[in-house]
């Protein structure tokens, strides 16, 4: 199968499991994880769900968030069952499933599906990005005032690479130029809102593939800019990424690079 058939056959999987997705909302912690994190019987159920599947239709294996597998594949699906747990526990909207295909750890198809607010963000490599089945126009810079900007965690574990003071700083910079900060929860949202040109751009800090690679080939199909918080290319190690239009993926660089200087 070529990209645009993977594409159809995740499209297909991710419609059952948004029918869990919906069913469980408000589900609450099934399991805990190191730093206050946990998981929901439905991140455990969509996972499965996706695994199984995309593993009987496409022949691919999976890495997911809650049972992990091999990232070293040259062919991956990488799966977040539900991105944004904690404001899905909550019963918040700000959430969603991603999934994305790597081929030699470079994204070729992306699906971040936004149940609860009916929003599906598709592309496969060399597509524009869809919502909902329609191709959207390429991504425009705007006036620094409606430029909305997406922020990551701003606290950090002491030994991080990008560690809590620096973020605050960085914080602070950003929004003397963007004065319209938003911190949603959610990296998926994140990504999916500046992929749509909802926002201009997003810094996260997110060292995990799965929160990152479906946005990734989202962001590139609009004709965004990503790279890691570097300016290099993005790769699933990557310890997060700067996104958005060209000059606010600039800015934020430039801002970054003069904090770490």
Known sequence: MDARELLAVAEAIVDEAERVFVARIGAQPEVTKPGGDFATVADLEIEHLLRQLLTLHTGIPVFGEEAGGNLCADAVWVVDPIDGTSNYSAGSPMCAILVALLL????????????????RLCAFEGSPLFLNGRPQPKLEDQPPLVAPIAFGSIVSPVNSTFP??????????????????RVTGSVGIDLAFTALGIFAGAVTFSPYVWDNAAGVLAIQAAGGRVTDLHGEQWHPASQGLVAGTRAVHESILSTIRALES
């Open 164 to 181: 809590t003071l620096l973020r605050h700083n960085l914080l602070a910079k950003v929004a003397m130029q963007y004065p319209r900060l």
């Open 104 to 119: 030699a750890g470079r994204p070729v198809v992306s699906v971040i599906s936004l149940p609860l607010l009916g929003k």
